[in-house]
């Protein structure tokens, strides 16, 4: 029997045996091209799908990377990596000052609310309240903020001071 004189299945049943892996159409597809270039197209079609739902980066990308970092001179390398480790401390240690300092601001943020309501009367308590909170919470995180940024102004200056620059080393 030649393939052309028996009918083409129907796609969603060529395609529901495809995915069990065995079935007449799929059968039937292995002789005719026509079915074969459906198959084919239909295969491509999923591959690309899959690829765009998966965000991982390519199994051989650290490899790359790290051939890439391993060709740089090693001044800069120590650099960048001085730069890196500051940003990477600095951010968690900002995250630290905002979650730490997160109740020190809510608490500010009710003692205002109740002035705002309940007028002078709680004037004084306030500014106490105020003051504690100054002398207790905001000289810390001042002091943390203030290092902060010096730190990163160092790791600035150091990646963007003196040393060769790539194009020298
Ligand atoms: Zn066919």
């Known amino acids: 029997m030649t393939p052309n004189i028996i009918e083409c299945p129907d796609l969603e049943v060529l395609f529901t045996e495809l995915e069990t892996g065995e079935g007449p159409a799929l059968e039937h597809?292995?002789?005719c091209p026509l079915c074969t270039a459906i198959i084919e197209e239909h295969r491509l079609l999923e591959k690309d799908l899959s690829r765009l739902a998966d965000p991982l980066p390519?199994?051989?990308l650290v490899h790359k990377v790290m051939a890439r970092?391993?060709?740089?001179p090693t001044p800069l390398r120590r650099e960048l990596w001085t730069g890196v480790s500051i940003l990477a401390a600095s951010l968690a240690v900002g995250l630290g000052v905002l979650l730490s300092s997160d109740a020190a601001?809510?608490?500010a943020?009710?003692?205002l609310a109740r002035f705002?309501?309940?007028?002078k009367a709680f004037f004084d308590a306030l500014l106490s309240g105020g003051r504690a909170l100054w002398s207790t919470a905001a000289a810390p995180v001042a002091g943390l903020l203030a290092a902060l940024l010096l730190s990163s102004l160092f790791g600035i200056k150091r990646l963007a001071g003196s040393g060769p620059t790539p194009s020298e080393a």
Not at 116 to 119: K, P, Q, T, W
């Open 109 to 111: 943020g009710t003692a």
């Open 29 to 31: 597809a292995k002789h």
């Open 58 to 60: 390519p199994p051989d």
């Open 116 to 119: 705002v309501v309940d007028g």
């Open 69 to 72: 970092v391993a060709a740089e």
């Open 105 to 107: 601001l809510s608490g």
